[in-house]
């Protein structure tokens, strides 16, 4: 159960592989939990890895989403 304080929590990415992110979802790499973690160790073994979480494992672990507040119900919102 998440608590009060963990709503104005702000997450802090990693993203040390910078230009390697880009459309990363869309590679075949991105759907092997396991390997983007292994290469995120290996980031955190060399001194690269910055920040809470790695992007590439965000990207690729769609576990993660929970930790976001919830959208706006489409229905509520005014044009």
């Known amino acids: 159960m998440k608590n009060d304080e963990d709503a104005g929590r702000k997450i802090v990415f990693c993203t040390e592989c910078g ?3 880009d459309n990363f979802c869309f590679d075949d790499g991105a759907a092997d ?3 983007v973690k292994k290469h995120m ?3 955190k073994r060399e001194g690269r ?3 809470e979480m790695c992007s590439r494992v ?3 672990d769609e576990t993660k989403i929970d930790i976001f ?3 706006p ?3 509520s919102e005014e044009l």
């Open 19 to 21: 230009i390697k992110l």
């Open 33 to 35: 939990v396991e390997a």
């Open 41 to 43: 160790e290996g980031c």
């Open 49 to 51: 890895y910055k920040g």
């Open 58 to 60: 965000f990207i690729a």
């Open 69 to 71: 507040p919830p959208l």
């Open 73 to 75: 119900d489409e229905e």
